[in-house]
């Protein structure tokens, strides 16, 4: 069964900091991997998907970054903002693409 | 365009009542799931469906009926509710299977006493 983790649950950083967070899975038989978004009490957003055959993707100041092989995902927020502050939560698709598994999520918190 | 949208907001039941969580989108997407949402716990898929009558079992699956009788929605069931099923719920929608990214709705609160 695949497992998701995500470390540190939580983080608090002051405003222009570059951060990373961290996701591993355990099973990397993976047709692909995204990094959400989401803010308290609201739905969730896609930040950035990564197929299984990429290395990294970027958007903005969001780079995530996908290592299959040693079941590692990173997303790096450059010179964060207050407005990043949010839950990030990574999840995997396994290969057959009928379930995509979730981590708990790391809640951030940037201060101005 | 509304995207995903949930119906109702929020709800309290007693335990043993049921109750019925409408999802609905209007982006013509074939697949649609419902997913439970705990603290610490991440999501986790309940029932998805692949596209018109069809539903398929998710990884929580216990406690729950789905029914996918027009494209455009997805319902969730709780036939006799207890309070382990209290939770957030969300909807998701995407239009193809694999590797697209899924579209979600803004959630359903629900408290059972």
């Known amino acids: 069964k695949q497992e998701v983790t995500q470390i540190p649950a939580a983080l608090s950083v002051p405003e222009g900091e570059n951060l990373v967070l961290n996701c591993s899975f355990t099973d990397s038989a993976i047709y692909n991997l995204q990094w959400f978004r989401q803010d308290p009490g609201k739905g969730l957003t896609s930040l950035l998907l990564?197929?299984?055959?990429?290395r990294e993707q970027t958007s903005g100041r969001l780079n995530a970054s996908l290592d299959k092989s040693s079941g590692r995902s990173t997303l790096y927020i450059a010179a964060s903002q207050p407005g990043d502050s949010a839950t990030y939560l990574c999840a995997v698709i396994n290969n057959a693409g009928n379930m995509l598994t979730f981590g708990g999520g790391t809640r951030l918190m940037v201060k101005p | 365009n509304a995207g995903v949208t949930q119906t109702p907001k929020f709800r309290v039941l007693k335990t043993g009542q049921s109750m019925t969580l409408l999802c609905a989108q209007d982006?013509?997407?074939?697949?649609m799931y419902w997913y439970r949402q705990d603290p610490g716990m991440g999501l986790r898929l309940i029932h998805y469906s692949v596209g018109e009558g069809t539903t398929a079992k998710g990884e929580v699956p216990d406690g729950y009926n789905v029914s996918r009788l027009k494209k455009q929605n997805f319902l969730l069931g709780l036939e006799s509710a207890a309070p382990s099923q209290t939770s957030v719920y969300f909807c998701a929608s995407n239009p193809q299977l694999v590797g697209e990214t899924q579209y979600f709705g803004p959630g359903t609160r629900l408290l059972v006493l």
């Open positions: 990564i197929q299984s055959s990429q």
């Open positions: 982006m013509n997407h074939e697949y």
